[in-house]
């Protein structure tokens, strides 16, 4: 898989020789030459520049969220004692379920 700076060479390389398209009749627009290695700043610029966008404090904070979320289930989860859930009780169906059948059936 290309990094992501080698996906950004390619295209501008790809910029570099597209030609422009001019309809029939019209005369092909005439620009002065970019001094050397323009391209190049323009893109470190581009590259190196980050705006915050506004959901990029909630994405941060849900991420925090979760991890400390897990932590506190694992640490929950390791010093649970084995006692600390009471014993169920008896309910008047447990004498069927307990007990062996004491007929036969066919």
Known sequence: MKSRFE????ILALARRASVAVPQGRETPTAEPLPPGFSTRVAAVWAGSRERSEWELWDQVSRWGV?????????????????????????????????APTEERS
């Open 7 to 10: 996906r950004l060479a390619s």
């Open 67 to 99: 991890v400390v979320g897990l932590v506190v289930c694992a640490v929950a989860f390791f010093l649970r004692s084995e006692n600390a859930l009471p014993a169920p009780s008896s309910t008047p169906f447990d004498q069927f379920v307990l007990e």
